[in-house]
């Protein structure tokens, strides 16, 4: 008997229903109180960071990360839609696999990871 998972995300907003919207829209990830999110099974890294950490921006108190399948397919959609997409090849690596970083609508990075084929 323990933990099994992650069985929820809960953050302030300044506008709730528009930034749950957001989600939907263009990560298709069913956020609001009355959307359950169905998820793949996969790894989830719960990692705390050093309160000095560069790895996202220091006003932001946590950043999210979204396993994802085709990586490259969903950044087009996203940068067709406006939406800044960051890339750099330091990130990506045979073991871990791809990343790419966007923000949502009130500045919340979200890291969106593509592992290696067969992890």
Known sequence: MGVTGIGGIF???????????????????????????????????????PADSDYFPAEQPFMLNL???????????????????????EWNTAEYGTFARIHDPEGLPIELWEPPAGA
């Open 67 to 89: 396993r994802v399948t085709g990586l490259e397919d969903l950044a087009a959609r996203l940068e067709t839609a406006g939406i800044p997409v960051e890339r750099r090849d």
């Open 11 to 49: 953050f302030r907003s300044g506008d709730p229903t528009a930034r749950a919207a957001w989600y939907r829209e263009h990560l298709g990830v069913e956020a609001g109180h009355d959307h359950i999110w169905k998820q793949q099974e996969g790894m989830t890294v719960f990692a705390p960071f």
